[in-house]
């Protein structure tokens, strides 16, 4: 398909020209489809014509914005040119459909670019939320680029109140310390500071990971038991509802 061979063409100087290749066949064979018009605007954003790109993703969102692929790559395209407000609304308008009517690329695409918004605003735990949500549907460099900045942000961010810190911001460090390849420097943060300590599933969870990681595997395995114990008792009490209904 066409879109399949304008992902083809990527960043590079030759990507480039490839896609403008492309571009300049379609229109000689005067072919019109909404997908060509929004891989249009794609492209000349790619080629820092933001003003073009804008308008002509304005233009087929306008026309076609039932369809999602042109909802949703427009709504990336407004993001990209300055207008985080009303990309925020398409997506967020996305994801609150039916289940049954979106896609895994279309959650997937949704929470990306949400998260990609809460992080310009310096929102580092919705964004992480958002972006390890995506993650359920679809796994991608781009992604995983994006969770490790957040990571980052959000490990400075705690490392600065160290002496007081939530149990949620705790588990975040926990976390955050796990997927950077940083549990050894995270167990002796934790270590020193024996205050965080919580008795919850999410707790035990995110130390389970955290002592592994570092290497702490008898821990790991004690924290394991304590996080089943919860899983449990979760999977017991439902289990007791639904008897009762």
């Known amino acids: 398909t066409y879109t399949a061979l304008m992902n083809e063409a990527d960043?590079?100087?030759e990507g480039l020209v490839k896609a403008k290749q492309m571009l300049e066949?379609?229109?000689?064979?005067d072919v019109f489809h909404p997908w060509c018009e929004v891989e249009k605007a794609r492209y000349l954003l790619r080629t820092d014509e933001k003003e073009?790109?804008?308008?002509?993703?304005?233009?087929v969102l306008g026309k076609y914005g039932k369809d999602d692929k042109v909802l949703l790559t427009g709504a990336?395209?407004?993001l990209s040119c300055g207008y985080p407000?009303?990309?925020?609304?398409?997506?967020?308008?996305?994801?609150e459909?039916?289940?049954?009517?979106?896609?895994?690329?279309?959650?997937?695409?949704a929470l990306l670019g949400l998260g990609k918004i809460h992080m310009k605003r310096e929102d580092w735990e919705k964004a992480r939320e958002l972006l390890v949500d995506a993650r359920d549907y679809q796994v991608t460099e781009e992604l995983e680029?994006?969770?490790?900045?957040?990571?980052?942000?959000?490990?400075e961010k705690y490392l600065a109140k160290a002496d007081s810190l939530t149990?949620?911001?705790a588990k975040n460090l926990c976390l955050c310390f796990s997927s950077l390849n940083r549990a050894e420097e995270g167990w002796e943060f934790f270590e020193k500071h024996p205050e965080y300590e919580w008795n919850t599933l999410d707790w035990h969870r995110a130390m389970t990971f955290l002592a592994a990681n570092a290497g702490q595997f008898q821990i790991a395995i004690d924290r394991a038991g304590l996080w089943r114990g919860f899983v449990e008792a979760e999977i017991s009490e439902e289990n007791q509802k639904a008897a009762e209904n």
């Open 85 to 95: 407000e009303e990309a925020e609304h398409i997506y967020d308008g996305y994801l």
């Open 167 to 169: 149990e949620e911001e």
């Open 145 to 155: 680029k994006l969770l490790e900045e957040t990571n980052q942000a959000l490990t």
């Open 76 to 78: 990336g395209i407004l």
């Open 11 to 13: 960043e590079s100087p």
């Open 25 to 29: 066949k379609l229109e000689s064979f």
């Open 52 to 59: 073009r790109a804008e308008s002509v993703a304005r233009e």
């Open 97 to 109: 459909r039916e289940k049954g009517k979106r896609s895994n690329f279309g959650n997937y695409t």
